[in-house]
């Protein structure tokens, strides 16, 4: 119920802004609206972080606590003929735009919730039923035109329950006859289908930016980056394995990576993140010389376990040493625009390698799992 409040709420909002042809102009009093176009539908419909950035400790970006906010939610009065759940030709170009904007890198990788309602004319039970035809309706032309997957789409029918305007005039029961889509925030990615990312350390050296490869050799002297962009939404994991052995969370945020970044898991799609997040902010080495590296993945869903999956991975392109309860009581050392500084964990933090390294966790499933991995010498 509460979130049926917050859905009304926001929906009541948006139709000040969302009038799309003249019998909803002449229902808000003759005011001046614009068609509700690809673009619009997009920026409605993605998070507020996607546009608004905010920074904190070194270089943190991350988007706000949306639970607590209202649905991410656009109302389209779509012209279903009277008593009728077939799309009409009437509908075409609205629907296009809604699948436009659906089947675009920034918002493809989320699943959706389509509401139909209607007005109060009719019998209660029949417009609960015609409610979902059309909200079905919807989903299916979505499918069918913009391939957009039937398990990404989920439809609801609420018929006259949750009308945003007066049913006592022809106006007001138009904008009630409509169908609400809701981004859920929830990932989506097809089964069988594995994440795809954009994936890139930099380092600084001296006044000299470059793309890092495999087998490098970094010093004290030298600065470091990594950043990754995912083609769809997914839950991305980022550590790296010093010459001792220590693993360090880089990526999602934790009580002891929140000094790198503040955003969490899933990420977003077509999004570029950077560890650090500020592009004046860089990661450098402590005293401790041999060969480290750098380790990403990425899986459609929570991964329960991602350091074991991440030493597995290491394990098996390179058998190495793993240290038995590293101290993670050492300083971590950030470059910022004025000098270093220590970033201390908390102490007796400590990680002990799972048994079995060479072996992914069996909630993992290798067919869906992105792996990337780079090494270096720290000399």
Known sequence: MDRQRGILKATGVLLALLALHTPLGQALGQRQVHPLTAETIEKLLLPAAEDQIKTMGVGVRGRDDHTASPPLAVDMQIPFDFGEPDINSRADGMLKELGRALSGARLRGYMYEIHGHTCSLGNPHANMVLSEQRAAAVKRYLVEYFSLSPDQLIVHGYGQEHPIASNDTEEGREINRRVTVINTLRPYRQAGQRPNLSVKAHFRRGQTEAQMSSGITLTEDDDYSISFEPAQSCFVYVFQCDAQGRWYQL?????????????????????????????????????????????????????????????????????????????????????????????????????????????????????????????????
């Open 251 to 379: 990526f999602p945020s934790s009580p002891e990576s929140s000094h790198y970044t503040s955003q969490s898991n899933p990420v977003r799609a077509a999004t570029v993140y950077r560890i650090p997040e500020k592009g004046n902010l860089w990661l450098y080495l402590d005293e401790q010389k041999g060969t480290e590296a750098l380790v990403v993945i990425a899986y459609p869903e929570e991964v329960q376990k991602p350091l074991q999956v991440c030493q597995s991975i290491l394990s098996g392109d390179n058998p190495r040493h793993y240290a038995e309860g590293a101290d993670f009581s050492k300083p971590v050392k950030s470059m910022g625009v004025k000098g270093s500084r220590e970033i201390h964990r908390p102490s007796g933090s400590k990680t002990k390698p799972e048994p079995e390294l060479s072996r992914r966790p069996s909630e993992v499933d290798e067919a869906t799992l992105f792996r990337w991995s780079i090494s270096f010498q720290h000399q």
